[in-house]
Nanobody
Framework: QVQLVESGGGLVQAGGSLRLSCAAS????????MGWFRQAPGKEREFVAV????????DYTNSVKGRFTISRDNAKNTVYLQMNSLKPEDTAIYYC?????????????????WGQGTQVTVSS
């Protein structure tokens, strides 16, 4: 089982960019689909993006399509989330996630491993 550590969060003005990284430990990283969730204060944790273990398939929640890009480097055991054109409503704690099943990745209860989260704050 992998362990996940996120980095790259911070405070940015609306319209700005941030790049989140998630470093994974463990030799089985390449067998997991990887993704990102976020949770804003008072709200449920929601799916943001997923990338298949082979990097061949990606999917995004509608609100971030065209602005966020997920990628992974299996040689470095790292997954990234490039976030452009950030909006105040993107403010949340962002969690890296690993799961075995791609089709159910959008469900938080189907995730096998979570990172500790990194705060992203977008000011207006």
């Amino acid at each position: 089982q992998v362990q996940l550590v996120e980095s790259g969060g911070g405070l940015v003005q609306a319209g700005g960019s941030l790049r989140l990284s998630c470093a994974a430990s463990g030799r089985t990283f390449g067998t997991y689909h990887m993704g990102w969730f976020r949770q804003a204060p008072g709200k449920e944790r929601e799916f943001v993006a997923v990338i298949s273990w082979s990097s061949g398939v990606t999917d995004y929640t509608n609100s971030v399509k065209g602005r966020f890009t997920i990628s992974r480097d299996n040689a470095k055991n790292t997954v990234y989330l490039q976030m452009n054109s950030l909006k105040p409503e993107d403010t949340a704690i962002y969690y890296c996630a690993a799961g075995r099943i791609y089709t159910t990745f959008v469900s938080p209860d189907k995730i096998d491993v979570w990172g500790q989260g990194t705060q992203v704050t977008v000011s207006s």
